[in-house]
């Protein structure tokens, strides 16, 4: 197993960085304060989730953008240190950073197993879908689960099913009673052809991810699906589940609409969340967190990214508020909810494509931000940060 190694300058960055609402003399607490740490062997495109037994779990890329692997790995003191990488990926290449939005997501389900999707490379299998307009297979849309230790994967496989032209980033969202969802859009011959077109597909799975039934359409309006954006799903729950993504009706509607099931997937309600015309694919990303009974979102629109709480009972958003400051630049939003009711939101600035830039983070409560702004910089091409809540309602900043 080969890794980038870190240039002289790395360890500075891996120094933890504090950044405190604290006053001076105020009681010793590491309530609000965010720690910076980097992914480990340089690593990019990190996504992270922490357990009830407070193990961080991360995954990111390593490799060539157009053709490179997932790595998993597990921190037991909230990324210090981390356990040995094991390659998600059974097939050596297989996954793919270009264009930051379609590489992996994970979802922790029952046991703590690790659920793992990503979209394939030009050189994954097996192949997607057949294109009909050019007779070709496509991009599949790969998953892959740990062992219930987590010390390896199994195979890789195709999830897409029937549907072709698999292009933004698909998700994964997973509970505690074996259910497990994952979630990407497309077109399926029969539904016609075009972004306008695509639609969100859900496939279900009720035994750990042992197997899934065909995929089905996730919701009924034609409101299409912005090609080479992200899509983005959350198990609340038993039987919760909520999905981000953005629209393309008729070719300039980029909007971001939310779901929100109660049957476990098998309906939805939905609403639009916020407009946004512009007659292009602005190659966005979401983010979904949950804490207790909250469920919270982010998001970008033209530039700026959004914080929101979701009414999974109405399938709406409540609360939208911006990232302070300009709104030039701002992509990638992540989320972590803290169970004192705090929510961290990171970001990127500065990114296009094939070009990095830096990251940036802000902390919330119910009245709207709180404490300063901090980032952080060396952003590495086509990649963004992550964040995860600390039981002492600190958080960790990954990039």
Known sequence: MRFRHLTPLMPALIAVALVSPRLAG????????????????????????????????????????????????????????????????????????????????LALGRGGRVHVVWNG??????????????????APFLYARSSPDGHRFERQRNLSGGVYSVDGG??????????????????????????????????????????????????PAQTGACGCCQARALATGPRGLTILYRSATNLTHRDIYVLTSKDGGASFAGSIVQPWEINACPMTSLSLATAGSRIVAAWETAGQVFLGSVDADAGRMRGIVPAPGPSAG???????????????????????????????????????PKGPMGSAPALAVWSFATAIARPDGGFVVLY
């Open 170 to 219: 698909g998700t994964v969202a997973a509970d505690d009673n074996g259910h497990v969802y994952a979630v990407w859009h497309g077109n399926r011959e029969t539904e016609g052809r075009g972004e306008d077109h695509r639609a969100v597909w859900i496939a279900r799975s009720a035994d750990d991810g042992a197997s899934f039934a065909p995929e089905g359409l996730a919701w």
């Open 330 to 368: 701002r992509k990638h939003p992540r989320l972590a909810a803290s169970a004192a009711g705090d929510t961290l939101m990171v970001w990127t600035e500065k990114t296009a494509w094939a070009r990095g830039g830096s990251v940036a983070w802000q902390a919330f409560d119910a009245s709207g």
């Open 26 to 105: 105020a009681p010793s607490s590491t309530a609000g304060t965010v720690t910076v740490r980097r992914v480990p062997h340089a690593g990019i495109q990190p996504e992270a989730v922490v357990d009830s037994a407070g193990v961080l779990h991360l995954i990111y890329f390593s490799g060539a953008p157009a053709g490179g692997d997932l790595y998993y790995v597990r921190s037991r003191d909230y990324g210090a240190t981390f356990s040995t990488p094991v390659r998600v990926n059974s097939q050596p290449g297989s996954a793919i950073a270009t264009g930051t939005i379609r590489g992996g997501q």
């Open 121 to 138: 490379s030009d050189t994954a299998r097996p192949r997607g879908a057949t294109n009909p307009d050019n007779g070709k297979p496509g």
